[in-house]
């Protein structure tokens, strides 16, 4: 079945490191998105991607780096510059060629800094 | 600036009742799209429904239901006959086709209903 795949879904970090998530997605979908979940914040938009070796930073990019090599592939880096990296994260991607405008979320990964 | 405003925080109900959660948005852009999402506590989106600028029908799906209404802003969702398994953070999102965001969606902060036997 098609659909994103985040991992891990738990990721414990030090202080001082730096930490990537993945984000694969077997959908064909052009445009993929990393978003970050605070408890009573919603969900805000860290960076996203419409074609290959493109990106964009969101609303909170700060600390924050991503790759677009593979159309499938968005994964994202945690770097120690992140103040407060503990979080829920959260990636989607979309067909841009869809006039649905259906995203597709994926599960989600935990980041603990202990 | 919060495009999207859920001003219900959290809700709390008990089986059965009728809930509706509000959800108030701003925009410039002509052509948009309204979203809502659940979140069970496992943390995934669940899509519920999509509504574009230009239809203001208003939607019912099973004990679900929306109403739109460009005049006020608002895209409000009722659930009748809650059930606890309706226990969930509840999203509001808008997408604008004129951002520069890449058709991001812009959420709103959400609402927690909490559905007691």
């Known amino acids: 079945d098609g659909g994103i795949t985040q991992s891990p879904k738990y990721l414990f970090r030090k202080e001082g490191q730096n930490v990537t998530l993945s984000c694969e997605q077997n959908?064909?979908?052009?445009?993929m998105y990393w978003y970050r979940q605070d408890p009573g914040q919603g969900l805000r938009l860290i960076y996203y991607?419409?074609?290959?070796?493109?990106?964009q930073k969101g609303d909170i990019a700060e600390g924050y780096s991503v790759s677009r090599e593979k159309k499938e592939s968005f994964p994202l880096t945690v770097t120690s510059a992140q103040k407060n990296p503990t979080a829920f994260y959260l990636c989607?991607?979309?067909?841009?060629?869809?006039?649905?405008?259906?995203?597709?979320f994926g599960s989600g990964t935990r980041l603990t800094v202990v | 600036a919060q495009k999207v405003t859920q001003a219900q925080t959290e809700i709390s109900v008990v089986e059965k009742e009728d809930v509706t959660l509000d959800c108030v948005y701003e925009?410039?852009?002509?052509?948009?799209?309204l979203f809502w999402y659940k979140q069970p506590p496992s943390g995934e989106l669940v899509f519920l429904i999509r509504r574009n600028s230009f239809d203001e029908q208003n939607e019912i799906s099973g004990r679900y239901s929306w109403n739109f209404q460009k005049s006020t802003s608002s895209f409000n969702f009722t659930i009748t006959a809650s059930q606890v398994v309706d226990s969930a953070v509840y999203f509001c999102?808008?997408?604008?086709?004129?951002?520069?965001?890449?058709?991001?969606?812009?959420f709103g902060k959400g609402t927690s209903l909490l559905v007691t036997p």
């Open positions: 991607s419409q074609i290959v070796n493109d990106f």
């Open positions: 989607a991607s979309r067909n841009l060629g869809s006039e649905l405008y259906g995203y597709t």
């Open positions: 999102a808008l997408s604008e086709v004129n951002s520069n965001s890449g058709y991001a969606l812009n």
């Open positions: 959908l064909n979908h052009d445009a």
């Open positions: 925009t410039r852009d002509t052509t948009y799209y």
